[in-house]
């Protein structure tokens, strides 16, 4: 079954820090993978896709397709990083709009 | 540009009544997104309609159920509601030219069945 866990339901970390928020996830197809972000009193938002290879507010995303994992990453947290992060599996391919989300991730960067 | 709108923004029904949920794109957005976000269980995918037809649900019972009109404006409704339905429902809307994934989130309506 098509699946995303996102194990820590809070992570925090002071500002300056390095921070990685886990994504692990089961698909038997060829994965494409989301990260989106809904801080706090705002929308959630899309913040990057593996497929970009992007870095957006110097995040960064790796698919690792033998660990299963699109783990996103931060050299060095920003108070303003704080949200709740979520990662999501795009079901299926083509034109298909489903998204699995895994739980979510509630980032805390202290100062 | 407008973000995706919802109404009402807050619903409170008893349980075994009916919930109307509505929901208006982006302008130029054709495919509407449903996902209900209850409390310690994520977002969970409901419907999927596009130019007008059902093209996708996720796990969920026929009392869920929903249509989109021809402006791409989408109801949501919950027939026979349960305790268990309350929760954060959310809509959202893509561009063609994003390969629907990059969905555009409204502000949610929070259902209340009590």
């Known amino acids: 079954a098509q699946r995303v866990t996102q194990p820590e339901k809070l992570l925090s970390v002071f500002k300056g820090a390095p921070v990685e928020l886990k994504c692990n996830y089961s698909y038997s197809g060829s994965p494409e993978l989301f990260w989106y972000v809904q801080y706090s009193r705002q929308r959630l938002q899309l913040l990057l896709r593996?497929?970009s290879r992007e870095s957006i507010k110097g995040f960064t995303a790796d698919l690792n397709k033998g660990e299963t994992s699109f783990h996103l990453k931060k050299p060095f947290a920003q108070e303003e990083d704080s949200a709740m992060y979520y990662c999501a599996l795009r079901h299926g391919s083509g034109n298909t709009g489903k998204l699995i989300f895994g739980q979510g991730t509630t980032l805390q960067v202290k100062p | 540009e407008a973000g995706v709108t919802q109404s009402p923004t807050h619903l409170i029904k008893t349980r075994g009544q009916q919930a109307t949920l509505r929901c208006s794109p982006i302008?130029?957005?054709?495919?509407v997104y449903w996902y209900q976000q209850a409390l310690g269980l994520g977002l969970q995918f409901l419907l999927w309609y596009d130019e007008g037809e059902e093209r996708n649900r996720g796990n969920f019972p026929p009392r869920f159920s929903g249509r989109q009109f021809p402006n791409y404006s989408s109801e949501l409704n919950v027939n026979a509601l349960e305790l268990e339905d309350s929760a954060l429902y959310l809509c959202?809307?893509?561009?063609?030219?994003?390969?629907?994934?990059?969905?555009?989130f409204g502000p949610g309506t929070r259902l209340t069945v009590t």
């Open positions: 302008s130029g957005h054709t495919s």
């Open positions: 593996h497929i």
């Open positions: 959202a809307s893509t561009p063609l030219d994003r390969g629907h994934y990059e969905q555009y």
